[in-house]
């Protein structure tokens, strides 16, 4: 199957600092990829959909200023937590789909586990 | 407001047993079911379902969709302690977004 990249797997950060996770597709072009966040025990939330070359579409309830999506190729998409805080300690997860989009299942990357002490 | 039910959510069976889990959704221009299996980390992928009635199957596992009752179900037949994970439900609607279940947690004991 088609192969999404995501890291770091797992970082600790200071509250106040920035980080910036990466996804990427690696056989295949996404115009599209989606950023989850999964708590402890529960399902994956959508926070975003990343387009390339364009704003990305945020959830309602997501802050759009605090989780930074920038999607500057065809096969990479960025998700940078600003100003991070305890509370934003989570799994990080972004998913793509091979062409064509949309008609196809979406494959994940590693996930991100983030820390924020 | 798309949403997806899964049940039951947590499940404990014995090595041999076979399972059934249950999907059931609500989605505005629904294009697509699909099961995802997820351990420690992020989730992999199972089954894709567009189309009722037919069924889809790999190995022990086979899933099946039922668009006029909005509903899906995924077997697993002779499980094993390696199938003891999170089993998602994700329904796709015509914004390409996926809609998740809360997922079945399977834990089969030997």
């Known amino acids: 199957g088609a192969v999404v990249s995501q890291h770091p797997s797992w970082v600790i950060c200071k509250s106040g600092t920035s980080v910036k996770i990466e996804c990427r597709s690696l056989?295949?072009?996404?115009?599209?990829m989606f950023w989850y966040r999964q708590f402890p025990k529960q399902s994956l939330m959508l926070m975003a959909t990343?387009?390339?070359?364009?704003?990305?579409?945020?959830e309602q309830g997501v802050e759009k200023d605090k989780f930074l999506i920038n999607h500057a190729s065809l096969t990479l998409s960025t998700l940078t937590v600003t100003s991070a805080h305890p509370e934003d300690s989570s799994f990080y997860i972004c998913?793509?789909?091979?062409?064509?989009?949309?008609?196809?299942?979406?494959?994940f990357g590693q996930g991100t586990r983030l820390t924020v002490v | 407001e798309d949403k997806v039910v899964q049940s039951p959510l947590s499940l404990v069976v014995h090595e041999g047993d076979t399972v059934t889990l249950n999907c059931s959704y609500e989605?505005?221009?629904?294009?697509?079911l699909l099961w995802y299996k997820q351990e420690k980390k992020a989730p992999t992928f199972l089954f894709m379902l567009t189309s009722s009635g037919i069924e889809k199957k790999s190995g022990r596992l086979s899933s099946i969709l039922d668009k006029k009752e909005l509903f899906s179900i995924l077997n697993i037949t002779a499980t094993q302690t390696g199938d003891s994970a999170v089993y998602l439900c994700?329904?796709?609607?015509?914004?390409?977004?996926?809609?998740f279940g809360k997922g079945t947690k399977l834990t089969v004991n030997p």
């Open positions: 994700a329904a796709q609607g015509g914004s390409e977004k996926l809609v």
């Open positions: 056989d295949f072009q996404a115009t599209t």
């Open positions: 998913s793509a789909s091979p062409p064509p989009q949309g008609h196809t299942e979406a494959f």
């Open positions: 989605v505005t221009n629904f294009r697509s």
């Open positions: 990343s387009n390339e070359g364009s704003k990305a579409t945020y």
